[in-house]
């Protein structure tokens, strides 16, 4: 009820539109879709509830905005709940706290970087870098404040099993991401939502 709730809120009316009439980035979407998905299927399986895998949210955010974004992430979610966590009941708290509430802070974050500081290329991509390690934490926190609250885990036991992965997820996450859009920057700065080479540079 509250993912529905969030998803009309963040209804990418305008987005959408411009899907409608972009077949290239329609291709864009589904492919990075696909990717994200086979990404998540990288995963750690503790225990029941408690996965470890990359994200990626921060790069997808950065190419499609973080209302379309979140929209589309309902897709590998719906799988992921589905066919690795075998509990399709999560899919509502898994998505929100999980993947839509992380990207909204991302975009945030995003913006507060934008405001405060000078737009420069190199800003973008440290801050994209930033913004992708931070991604994971906030990931970790939200999901394991909702399996202590519903009393699946006590807060000890995520301490010590789940809370502890942050610093070793969060550097190689930025990593990745940073590579990402460093690429796009260089050669495919059109896939990035609101980024432009007259700005940054």
Known sequence: MLLAIWLWLAWPKEELLQ?????ALQSRLFLSTLAINGLWLLNASITAGIHVHFLGIVTFMLMFGWRLATLAIL????FFCL???????????YGLLGYALPIF????????V???LP????VYIFGAFINAGLSIVIHILMWSSWLWLSGAY????????Y??????LGFPEALLSGMAITFMVVYRPHWLFDYSDKQYF
Request: net charge positive; charged share 10%.
């Open 19 to 23: 899907l409608k009439r972009d077949k």
């Open 75 to 78: 897709l590998p979610v719906l």
């Open 83 to 93: 066919f690795v966590m075998q509990t399709p009941f999560a899919v509502g708290w």
């Open 105 to 112: 802070v991302a975009y945030l974050i995003y913006c507060k």
């Open 114 to 116: 934008y405001q405060a």
């Open 119 to 122: 737009h420069h290329v190199f």
């Open 154 to 161: 006590s807060w000890q036991y995520l301490i010590d099993n």
């Open 163 to 168: 809370l502890l992965l942050m610093p070793l």
